[in-house]
């Protein structure tokens, strides 16, 4: 299996962009950040609760908001300015989510969504939107359950979607009871967050063991969502879960910069039928790349027995013309698409020193 860890190397945390000039990092921050509510009190109020329609882009983004302020004080002795909490890859994902495409209705059934109907709404209908309120709304209600937002715990309710309204928990009792095991892994992040001898890194895999869990459960009942979309951007879906597994196996670090970069290689729509990477004629050459490594990756993890845990993905530093035969011959990879990825070695770099 020494074809494996190339591909997984590009792909899992080894994948570093060059943000080049200089930049703040509101230039980077997803859209509507600053329109979107900040505090509890920005969101309404009913029989002394916050009410919160996570169905809307901007009242989503404001859960991830207030969660980042809260949680600020303790990434303070890691990096100033909130730049190493890495619970920034959950909002930059929701935008890129947002920015792309990916939260509008693609049954197109309802105009949710779209330009030309109501551009905030949230589809229920989206695969997109449905991961990700598994992966805002537990983070977000278990952050209450522990005591890390201020408010107590029966104090914020979410309003259901307008379908399929058993599939989602709504409040901390009823996620507690859906998603137990999800929940408690969250609750166990935070817990370890507020102790003063937690590291980075031991941080960090707290929070993967958290996410992966958030995204198992949704997946197994979200599946079926993924029929209203291209074959091309159903496998991408389908890739994009098998890359979160080694992305976790390698501690990526999902802060600010590290996220904000490896998402320019993320697809920047969604993807239709004919598209077929590495020659998708809108996309940059990184997007191609690492378009086409996400596919290969997921087909080399169904072909063989290894795991993200068995085979370290991030050994081996870039990729040689005899390692990219070897995949061209085992993972169902052109010549040409092989060809093409030795002219893009760059895309295999080790990930930028980051404070422990």
């Given at each position: 299996m020494?074809f494996l860890?190339p591909?997984?190397?590009a792909?899992?945390?080894c994948?570093?962009?060059s943000l080049?000039?200089?930049?703040?990092l509101s230039?980077?921050y997803?859209?509507l950040?600053n329109e979107?509510p900040g505090?509890?009190?920005d969101?309404?109020v009913e029989n002394g609760?916050?009410?919160?329609?996570p169905w809307?882009?901007s009242?989503r983004?404001?859960?991830y908001k207030?969660?980042?302020n809260k949680?600020?004080?303790?990434f303070e002795?890691?990096a100033?300015?909130?730049?190493?909490?890495?619970?920034w890859g959950l909002p930059?994902?929701?935008?890129?989510?947002?920015t792309t495409?990916?939260l509008v209705d693609?049954?197109?059934?309802?105009?949710?969504?779209y330009?030309?109907g109501?551009?905030?709404?949230?589809?229920?209908?989206?695969w997109?939107?449905?991961?990700n309120?598994?992966?805002?709304?537990?983070p977000f209600?278990?952050a209450v359950d522990?005591?890390?937002?201020?408010?107590?715990s029966d104090q914020?309710?979410?309003?259901?979607?307008?379908?399929?309204?058993?599939k989602f928990?709504l409040n901390?009792s009823?996620c507690?009871?859906?998603?137990p095991k999800?929940?408690?892994k969250w609750?166990?992040?935070?817990?370890?967050l507020?102790?003063p001898?937690?590291?980075?890194?031991?941080l960090?895999?707290?929070?993967w063991?958290?996410?992966l869990s958030?995204?198992?459960?949704a997946?197994?009942?979200?599946?079926?969502?993924?029929e209203?979309y291209?074959?091309p951007?159903?496998?991408?879906?389908?890739?994009?879960?098998v890359a979160?597994d080694y992305?976790?196996?390698?501690?990526?670090?999902t802060t600010?910069i590290q996220?904000?970069?490896?998402?320019?290689?993320?697809?920047?729509?969604?993807?239709?039928?004919?598209?077929?990477?590495?020659?998708?004629?809108?996309?940059?050459d990184f997007?191609?790349t690492?378009l086409?490594?996400l596919?290969?990756?997921h087909?080399?993890?169904?072909?063989?027995?290894c795991t993200?845990?068995?085979c370290?993905?991030c050994?081996?530093p870039a990729?040689?013309a005899?390692e990219?035969?070897?995949?061209?011959r085992?993972?169902n990879?052109?010549?040409?698409?092989a060809k093409?990825?030795?002219r893009?070695?760059?895309v295999?770099q080790?990930?930028a020193?980051r404070?422990?």
């Open positions: 020494a860890p591909w997984a190397c792909l899992v945390g994948i570093s962009v080049a000039g200089a930049f703040s230039d980077l997803p859209p950040w979107s505090q509890f009190s969101y309404r609760k916050y009410v919160i329609d809307v882009y009242k983004m404001g859960m207030i969660l980042m949680t600020a004080s303790y002795k890691f100033p300015d909130n730049e190493q909490n890495f619970l930059l994902q929701h935008g890129w989510q947002y495409g990916r693609p049954s197109r059934r309802t105009d949710c969504g330009e030309y109501d551009r905030l709404c949230i589809s229920v209908d989206s997109w939107a449905d991961i309120y598994f992966l805002c709304a537990l209600l278990a522990s005591g890390i937002m201020g408010i107590s914020v309710l979410l309003l259901p979607p307008p379908k399929d309204q058993t928990c901390i009823s507690q009871s859906s998603f999800t929940m408690k609750n166990a992040l935070y817990k370890r507020q102790s001898s937690s590291s980075f890194d031991d960090l895999k707290y929070l063991d958290a996410h958030s995204l198992k459960d997946y197994k009942i979200f599946e079926d969502r993924l209203y291209s074959k951007e159903a496998d991408f879906g389908r890739d994009w879960c979160l992305l976790a196996a390698a501690s990526f670090p600010f996220v904000s970069g490896f998402q320019k290689g993320l697809p920047p729509r969604v993807l239709v039928d004919g598209d077929k990477a590495p020659f998708i004629s809108d996309f940059t997007q191609n690492v086409l490594v596919n290969l990756l087909q080399v993890d169904n072909a063989t027995d993200p845990q068995s370290n993905p050994n081996s990729m040689s005899t990219t035969s070897a995949i061209y085992t993972g990879l052109t010549k040409s698409e093409g990825l030795e893009h070695p760059t295999v080790p990930i020193g404070t422990q």
